[in-house]
């Protein structure tokens, strides 16, 4: 078996069965067989790789670029032959609090599931040990991969949600301590690193609402009608996930603007510790500047307690200046 295809089976009244290992020959008995069908995965295929896929499938040729190219926004296509559906399964990675983003595309039709992954993240060994565990739900086709694997990487969604929420917590928390938020570059540059991750997560969650609300809809080709309740679910998970996402997001945005506030606050509290301590000093600085002119007619001059006096008078300006500030809150 090609090192792209990871796994490949004939599944009849839900169960698996074995097969022919030709594509050709394999889904030629599927439809032989009745109630069966082929379900293909594969990982990161080359253009010469996919091409036997595409061409024993029948699949459409924009739909075969874009499982090629990735890079694709999550949506739903319908041709003739084949539904296309594409995914964008989210990566959290705890050691360094980022969210990346793979690529899950799927083919849906006569009989058959193709699913192409690109990236490490969603691998799909486990949603297809656990369809096989259920035989009662994967007799009903392909709609229950579709429907299979648009849940598990809908559920994912939630999970990373939970997370980023929990980050989300903590920043806000070093933030607003009471030693949080003095590098103000830092703290600013962790607030737009942080909308930038929930970005990328929006990017997958928020264009997946319209295919899946389609898929739970009637009318779409290759999907069973059956299936509409259990797309509604995955429709109402999403939908909590988007508004998670949008609170998140909000509530970033929030603390962005207090941290700003908080820094223009902190800044108006220096100038006025600044402005106390230079009128401190100023009164000094005159009384000085007024006795060095070294002016003849001056009577405090010849007088025996000029000097003390005018320390005197320097110390209680200053003990009073400082008392008035301190008062107002400006020391």
Same mark, same amino acid.
């Given at each position: $078996? ?29 439809? #032989? ?25 029948? /699949? ?45 595309? @799927?083919?849906?039709? &006569? ?18 040990? *656990? ?23 809908? &559920?994912?969604?939630?999970?990373? #949600? ?8 903590? /920043? ?52 069973? #009608? ?5 797309? *509604?679910?995955?429709?109402?998970? @999403?939908?909590?996930? %988007? ?24 800044? %108006? ?10 009128? !401190?000093?100023?009164?000094?600085? $005159? ?5 060095? !002119? %070294? ?17 005197? @008078?320097?110390?209680? /300006? ?14």
């Amino acid at each position: $078996m090609p090192a792209m295809i990871v796994d490949c089976a004939i599944y009849h009244e839900g169960r698996r069965t074995e097969g022919p290992r030709d594509f050709s020959d394999a889904l030629e008995r599927a439809r #032989a067989v009745g109630d069966s069908f082929l379900w293909v995965g594969l990982h990161e295929p080359t253009e010469e790789e996919f091409e036997l896929v595409s061409t024993e499938f029948g /699949l459409h040729e924009l739909a075969v670029e874009d499982a090629l190219k990735a890079h694709q926004r999550p949506k739903l296509e319908v041709y003739d032959d084949s539904l296309f559906m594409v995914l964008k399964p989210v990566v959290y990675e705890p050691q360094t609090d980022t969210v990346s983003t793979g690529e899950l595309m @799927l083919f849906v039709g &006569d009989s058959f599931v193709v699913t192409v992954r690109h990236g490490e993240g969603a691998p799909l060994k486990a949603v297809r040990k *656990r369809l096989e565990s259920e035989p009662e739900l994967l007799k009903h086709g392909p709609t229950t991969v579709l429907y299979a694997v648009s849940d598990a990487v809908v &559920d994912h969604y939630t999970e990373v #949600a939970a997370e980023l929420q929990t980050d989300l917590e903590e /920043l806000e928390a070093q933030i607003f301590s009471p030693s949080g938020g003095r590098d103000t570059k830092d703290t600013a540059s962790r607030i737009y690193t942080f909308k930038r991750q929930l970005l990328e997560f929006r990017r997958a969650t928020g264009p997946l609402a319209q295919p899946v609300q389609r898929l739970a809809s009637a009318g779409v080709p290759f999907v069973s #009608a059956k299936s509409q309740p259990f797309f *509604r679910d995955v429709d109402d998970h @999403l939908m909590r996930t %988007n508004e998670s996402v949008e609170g998140l997001d909000r509530l970033l945005s929030d603390i962005l603007s207090a941290h700003l506030a908080q820094v223009s606050v902190r800044q %108006n509290d220096d100038m006025r510790k600044i402005s106390a301590w230079a009128a !401190m000093a100023a009164v000094p600085t $005159m009384l000085a500047g007024v006795y060095g !002119m %070294n002016f003849d007619h001056m009577p405090e001059l010849h007088w025996a307690w000029s000097y003390p006096a005018l320390i005197v @008078l320097m110390v209680l /300006l200053e003990v009073g200046l400082y008392g008035l500030f301190k008062r107002r809150g400006w020391l």
